[in-house]
């Protein structure tokens, strides 16, 4: 274990539950009896004992088949949610850039919103006052900043949630497959401050189907399989074609 | 610079029970900042597109409130004109209950996209709710005191009954709040269930009579609800007299509220890492 790590998971292991509803979760309550007899399995692993470290300003992508684990790995780095096994350490205000603006509050404006949010961040009032001009300007909103979130396009909504996010300086990002966001120019916009973000010192950690993207940005490669790590390497050519072959596999 | 940096979050399973209550308080402590946030956010939203606003929440329970003097008073006959400040009062302390309690209940399901975007305690919805309907019962009880000059009642020293009765109420739903939103997370039934059982305990709280209308046997029983007695505690401090409240019963009420908010802590913080999956 080194001082230089920004993010440690010790056999991280997170089980979901199956919910079960309606009349057999209540044929369950009443017979006491929470163990399906059939063999049906009443958790979901999405997690299986991820051993992981990531020194600090590291750019890691991962990749893997749908529902490999990918989106949970990075909720779990974020603290969302708690492993059900091992223990999850990390150093430094973390962002999660994934379904941008769902958070966000409809019925108040967007500063309001961005008060809001930025709070909920860490953020205190006059850093938060002091961040508003810069977000407003990148977002590309203008007057609509004091108008309802509900008024706004959801092109719109997203360049101000994509803005907000950039603009909280990280110490640890995680982003799930939001590389751009908005029209074609905000897009291009949007790209280049993350590629801005991912070479400045933060450890980010990418979950992408976007190979080019991948093997230009990150340092180090992870492919996820049924919620193990199936290889993680410098060589992120490798990963990817491990990637492919499981995906195939996967599919037949 | 320098030294070993200190690992700013440890993510873990488990939260000791016992210490559970400090912990809950001290991460709202922390987080007062936040906190203040949603208050502001509930207010906004609940005010939202209101010529009135804030004015509201006094006009409400005052709309409320002429509504059972007309039934009572006028279609009944009945010659208290203090009735209609008594029946106030008790919509005013039960709606306060009620909307802690059921805004609690479902506050976790109802923020899950925020939830499921950025990690901070999440005690802090289901406190806010508390803390924005305690600040609401406070400046609703505006009515009350242009009420009570009308009536010329005295203000007595039973005025202190005010606040305890407001922060026994107040725990008491946010205690309740935090154990069913527990429930509620795992089976959504739970919603349904409170509200049922809020609105069946609006008429078995004296909102709209006091014990001196009901029988002498069933005082006692009325009395150990202890949001019937938060509610002839606030009387109390209206009228300036107390008859047949106790300070056993409302020792009582305020032992009820604390030991249910201990309950509540304790299911929040040992469940709530793991509810968070249901969402």
Not at chain 1, 169 to 192: C, M, T, W, Y
Not at chain 2, 11 to 26: A, D, I, N, Q, Y
Not at chain 2, 108 to 124: D, G, H, K, T, W
Request: with cysteine; net charge positive.
């Amino acid at each position: 274990m080194t001082d230089d790590n920004a993010i440690e998971l010790q056999s991280a292991t997170m089980d979901f539950p199956i919910l079960r509803t309606g009349p057999a979760f209540l044929k369950e309550l009443l017979t006491g009896r929470f163990k399906s007899r059939d063999s049906e399995p009443t958790s979901f692993r999405a997690l299986d004992g991820i051993n992981m470290q990531v020194p600090k300003g590291e750019v890691l992508g991962i990749v893997g088949p749908n529902g490999a684990g990918k989106s949970t790995m990075l909720r779990v780095i974020a603290g969302i949610y708690a492993p059900d096994e091992g223990i999850v350490r990390t150093k430094g205000r973390i962002a999660l850039l994934a379904g941008l603006g769902a958070g966000f509050q409809r019925d108040l404006t967007g500063r309001e919103n961005i008060f809001l949010s930025g709070s909920v961040y860490g953020f205190n009032e006059n850093e938060l006052y002091d961040l508003v001009p810069s977000i407003v300007v990148f977002s590309g909103i203008g007057s609509f900043i004091d108008k309802p979130i509900r008024t706004y396009s959801s092109g719109m909504r997203a360049r101000l949630a994509f803005s907000l996010a950039s603009h909280l300086n990280p110490e640890i990002l995680l982003i799930d497959e939001v590389l751009a966001v908005g029209d074609s120019d905000f897009r291009q916009k949007s790209k280049d401050r993350i590629q801005e973000m991912v070479k400045g010192d933060a450890t980010v950690v990418i979950v992408s189907h976007n190979e080019p993207t991948l093997r230009e940005m990150c340092d180090r490669a992870i492919c996820l399989h049924n919620g193990q790590i199936d290889i993680c390497s410098t060589d992120i050519d490798a990963v990817i074609d491990r990637y492919h072959i499981l995906s195939k596999k996967s599919i037949n | 610079m320098g030294g070993v940096e200190e690992w700013s979050a440890v993510t873990e399973g488990k939260v000791p029970l016992l210490s559970s209550p400090k912990r809950l308080f001290s991460n709202l402590i922390k987080n007062r900042q936040l906190l203040r946030h949603f208050i502001k956010r509930d207010f906004k939203v609940t005010y939202h597109g209101h010529l009135l606003g804030y004015i509201w929440s006094v006009l409400e329970p005052l709309a409320l409130t002429a509504i059972f003097f007309l039934v009572f008073v006028i279609l009944r006959g009945s010659a208290d004109s203090l009735l209609p400040l008594s029946i106030m009062i008790g919509i005013l302390f039960f709606n306060a209950f009620s909307r802690t309690f059921n805004g609690c209940t479902t506050a976790l399901a109802r923020n899950s996209a925020l939830i499921q975007q950025v990690y901070f305690p999440r005690e802090v919805f289901l406190a806010s709710i508390a803390g924005f309907q305690l600040f609401r019962l406070a400046l609703s009880l505006v009515i009350v005191f242009i009420y009570m000059i009308w009536a010329k009642l005295p203000a007595t020293y039973y005025l202190i009954l005010l606040p305890i009765s407001m922060v026994g109420i107040t725990f008491l739903g946010f205690g309740f709040g935090l154990l069913a939103s527990m429930l509620h997370v795992r089976v959504r039934d739970t919603g349904q269930v409170v509200q049922l059982l809020l609105r069946a305990g609006f008429f078995l709280s004296g909102v709209f009579f006091s014990v001196e209308h009901i029988p002498t046997e069933y005082v006692n029983l009325h009395l150990s609800n202890p949001v019937a007695v938060y509610i002839e505690m606030a009387r109390s401090a209206a009228f300036g007299k107390m008859d047949i409240l106790t300070f056993e019963q409302i020792g009582l009420s305020l032992s009820i509220s604390f030991i249910v908010f201990i309950l509540g802590s304790m299911a929040f913080m040992r469940y709530e890492r793991k509810a968070v999956k249901y969402l």
